[in-house]
């Protein structure tokens, strides 16, 4: 199994090919491209699925505010298609299919382009998407890997009921609130993430159960790196975005990205907190696997330390010298006992003395 | 027990919900939202307590300084009331009400937004309480969790009783006192800290007792982290205030929040000391561990490397063969016995050399 | 074989020469120097290989764009012609020959050099290259130390089948894959490091076989350190070429250079990673030393604890003593194996509760 | 003597005082406060002690330079006239007599506040002693906190035996003699506790003696830790010092406080290696517990390895069975000593092949 | 010896001397000042040795480039006349014959002054001797602790021979192939520290041989943290010089410091590499030392828990009870014998199952 995994792992990244070429790079088996669109105003709102990308450009380039998602990337020709029409840069669209893309944010004149990675728990494993935007005047697009999951369900409810402010505000606060849900879910993540550190730690201090929970400490480890590579550079995308000075985020928005960069710079925090927190762990499960061999030594040596020097003793009376007066004497071998029974609770005094028992 | 306080925490943080909804996100039980007012200049004082919101209104327009403090955040509304009438931004009053909500200063035309956290112990926990502050010309309105404590005894007394310069200072200064007071309780939260970890360090050297000070490491290892994160920010918060071209902050009271500054990086050398000490520790508890291991096994090796081998001299001599010429001499036994005392006292000597005993 | 190496490493490095000397530092045995000319444009690609240096001068010099790639360091003097000849500054030329050259980037009126390392695997071993790469108006020269291998077999491709947009575009661009398909192969290597920590992680949880993973840590250790010090310049590289205000550099092909220094940080983000996580392993496999030694000594213990006591009953039985009434009964043998057998099952549920078994 | 300490240091910082209010907040007992005045100019110099602060002004208000030292904080009301005369800020005089005072510079129209620590060690303890010093056109007056040590010895004899270029100079010079001073004397203090660390090595190398190191260790990295905090300002100050465009301190000065900032960063750069020596040294003392554990256990299972099989092959032969054929032999018992012999020196080959003995 | 060491140490450096004395504060014995000089141009050279300083100043403000270096500090007097000659800063002349002054350039109106040190192994030790440069229009002045070793005699044949590019430059170009010869030498030392890191490594590998690597590995940490006290400072300087707008260096030789500035960085790089290596050659230590444990132990074990179970039985047939019917068959000892030897057998693959033999 292991055998496996790797060499598909290489054929992923698209390793010597033209740059600005257009290959999906996850492992998502192929799907149909959803196309979501969601188109608004004050007043109105549009809630619609379609098969073809150039169905929602007419909507994209109309009055009111759009919201295309584009779910599933292995149809790189479609994402070509929308990205032709509406004059995208090739190294965009090369970002939108390649999931290994770092998160960033590329100002162009008339669109902007933010790549972040959605994080969620599914089957108790952490699943990173890949999440792309485009905001351009009127219109924000989101391609996502795929349509099963996401992080927008309460935004999509917000929109069509109405809720919040968003339907009353343009694009550049539409983008904002796409990007707020994204971190949004990372204090889920961080916190399902605090939920295991503390499980491992009440284990830890059980002492007993489980013998090894260095797989554990590592296992989450590796999470908490992982989640720390998508979350880092999120910092500072969103500071560089409510600096820009293009005139597609309007001046009242940036309040919302100061606070969504707050957001983000406690989601980093937390992450450093955890990385600190399973050091000190698994320096605990270190002291704690010493404290146990402890135990287990001073017992051996209590019960060595008693016995081997009777069994010495007996062992002496078990001779066959022929000349061994001691043993002749009637109550000898009862004096014997009662030697050996002081000396036995001698010891015993002795250790409790030392605190070994 | 802890199945019920995770999905609690789970809870409490407002995720999904609209950017600039307030909700309270704390855990505190519902009680009266209590308002105090304190109005003052340098010839008067009124301390009053109100119910409803409203009525501090016309005191924080009026000439003198009006310090409002309101106590219980779970009546919302009665926190967005006074909020509209004194023209807030949203994000302002969601940041008043979310405990999770990170140290911060935000400037307004005509107010600043402050957040900073109180810590205190209570008993024998680090509390953290979530304390927003908003000063305009002429009034600061604080906002804490609960009523029962604070870290405002002292400047009350101070207000009313007319002690320093306060009274005859404007709002800017009463804001400066506030903050001043907040961080003089990080010193005692940070002296609290100081005194658990040289009780662990004397507990160390104490060398018996309590198995097992991981534990404690640990724990406070977790305070120490707790408080960094509260306080770490207030030095760039501080820094901002001072640095400020705001009017609402005179040029004669920056003096003052230097000196604050100042202290802010001293909490914070504290801290970082204490975290170096905390590793310090887990190293020497690391150590004694082994040290006592070490102990043991030599115990257990002094006897065993005594005693086994004169167990195997005896066992010879209590052999069942018919030609065993040493068994028949008059004194061979005392002879043997005599042997034996000299490996005996052999071994003694050597392993005082070896210092093993 | 280790004596051989030292003295070796010692004589590379030119150390009191005079500096602008050109000296190849480099250990590789004296082979012919290959010369490969590739010379393009938009319509017409010309590939050869040539003998001596000076016959692709006038290529370079001529229309189209010429990537000229010279093999082998050894012939410091063709190295030398071609630069006086293109008018390069002596330390260009040093640069070029000394492997020890860090990687870097000068900028001059009409060139630019620089520095950068090859990485790949090459029989199991990690091989850093010394590349030196020229830009001026028209051509790109790459000097490497060896013809056998380099990273740049697809780009030869592209270039000659005229894929991508090389063949349209100028020497900036031509530069710009170059530098691509090496950093390209950054990730190659960090991806094949990503493999050896996850088989030494599987062999850590495997419990046996193998008895000492730590040399192969330290190996794996050494080699992302010696990838981190040819990796990390680079970002800082790539970043002023990016913003360099030479001429030489197209502000269309900027953007390119934006999305390679988005690839060197993720390449230093992957290096940075599994440092720490090579950290984590060998904290692990201290774990999983010491949970073995407890598993040994617990065998032990249990095997002592239980007998040690038995054997010195059956010894006091065994002693020769004249009067030792329990000796006589009919059934005492038998009520002692019967008292043993409970002392034994007696232990075997204490250590069964104790888990140690 | 713990319970005495605790409370004690608790009441030492003035919490919950109003804002530059001046209280001693050290613990060294009342003592009369001394004032020492050497004024002087190139001819001329008078050294002398007062009662009342008072008697100091005219001088530090005349003609040539004078260096007050008034050494006892306790009496606070003393300073706070000196301070008023003088027209100081609040702060200042907070500053001076509060010893929780981190070492700062703040610059105000006509004098400068230096804030530093006095290090020493006294008794084989390291002692921190609070020292602020104010320089004014004409004058620099310093505050220590007690006048029994101090680190001006040598400064004093300078200026009366008119040694060196002081007399020669202003109170901008004065300054950097007397900072220089305190400078010098934390090398002393670093040579300490290098000494103090070596001395920790040669125990360590010794393996006998004393048993645990790790406590002196720990102590070392406390002293350390404490001088660090104390030292680490200075860095700055100096260089805030050097690069001020205060009138107060003359251009042909600065060069001399350039070379303080060196002597500071050197004192750092000292601290930091003595903090990683530490780390180097607990490291080293685990492993040499470690050492002498595998020592131990090495005797242990040796002597267990060879003596135990030979117990169980003479058990063999002290069975009581009726047929057992070796025993009749007549030399059978001399075959079975040779045999053991045999096993004996095959198990110390065995042994010292595995460099076990 | 110890104790001869330490007071020594305290002596050396001048503490609470008048700032700029000059103060040998090496330990090196009084020996004769000497005094190279070597004056040229494009055409002569001139290679001397003098006694007397002030025989070598005409030579300074002659025509021609000349290199005066000074060998001995301790007679502090010759260099004093020298430096008033030139007109030199006091501070300069305190920095020229303190051998703790840190590296460090500063710059004056008509000269420039850098400290540096000069590393190199002699008799197995690593020597830091202080070297002092100061360089002015037509000459470099050198000073060094002792004549017998330095660094440039390379260099000297260079110039004498003409090789290089030296002869033909000023005295900018003479400083700078000096501080390249000292960072040459650089490399060497980080070669020799390499190869002793590659010693330890080997040895580790052994598993066998010397007991105690830690104290090779703390003596090469303290090597390590010594050079890098040495070489850091470095970079800072070069990077000074080569930024410098004194007309004392020309623009040409600043390539040639650009270049140094790299090697300078190279060194730090090795630094750095050498301490990780080294923390990670001590963890791969512990984790020997723990193995070896665990090979110990499970000897011991695998004896132990053969053998004491059959001492037991054959314990239980030495018993001198009258009734034990089992004593009486004819074949029951071989019957007991062959029993043994089952377990025995049982053992032996329970124990190879178990991976422990």
């Not at 710079?265 to 955890?274: G, T």
Request: proline residues 3%; hydrophobic residues 40%; aromatic residues 10%.
């Amino acid at each position: 199994m292991k055998k496996k995994t790797r060499p598909e792992r290489k054929r992923r990244r698209n390793i010597g090919s033209v740059p600005g070429t257009m290959t999906y790079t996850g492992v998502r088996p192929q799907e149909e491209t959803r196309i979501e669109l969601i188109d608004y105003d004050r007043d109105r709102c549009t809630h619609k699925l379609f098969d073809r990308v150039d169905e929602v450009l007419s909507f994209c380039k109309g009055p009111g505010t759009s919201w295309v998602n584009v779910s599933g990337l292995q149809n790189v020709k479609a994402i070509e298609t929308l990205g032709r029409q509406l004059n995208w840069h090739p190294l965009v669209l090369e970002g939108i299919v390649d999931i290994y893309q770092r998160p960033k944010v590329d100002e162009f004149e008339d669109y902007l382009f933010v790549v972040f990675k959605m994080l969620y728990y599914q089957d108790e494993k952490l699943i990173i998407e890949h999440l792309s935007l485009v905001m351009g005047q009127g219109y924000v697009i989101t391609f996502q890997e795929e349509p099963q999951h996401d992080v927008f369900g309460d935004l999509r409810k917000r929109i069509t009921e109405n809720r919040g402010r968003v339907r009353s505000e343009k694009s550049d606060y539409l983008l904002f609130v796409l990007l707020d849900a994204v971190v949004d879910h990372y204090f889920l993540v961080a916190e399902t993430l605090g939920d295991k550190l503390e499980d491992i730690e009440d284990q830890l201090f059980e002492d007993s159960a489980k013998q090894d929970l260095s797989k554990d400490i590592l296992v989450l480890k590796k999470e908490i790196l992982r989640m720390k590579r998508s979350v880092f550079p999120v910092r500072e995308i969103v500071s560089r975005i409510e600096k820009t000075n293009s005139v597609l985020i309007g001046s009242q928005v940036k309040n919302f990205y100061r606070d969504l960069y707050d957001h983000a710079i406690q989601v980093v925090e937390y992450i450093e907190m955890y990385r600190e927190m399973t050091m000190s762990l698994m320096e605990m499960y270190m002291s704690t696997i010493s404290n146990r061999m402890n135990n287990v030594m001073r017992v051996l040596t209590v019960i060595a330390t008693i016995f081997i020097p009777l069994t010495f003793i007996v062992g002496v009376y078990g001779m066959n010298f022929d000349h061994m007066p001691e043993l002749h004497g009637k109550y000898n071998y009862f004096v014997l006992l009662g030697l050996m029974l002081l000396i036995f609770i001698g010891m015993l005094i002795y250790f409790r003395r030392k605190k070994w028992l």
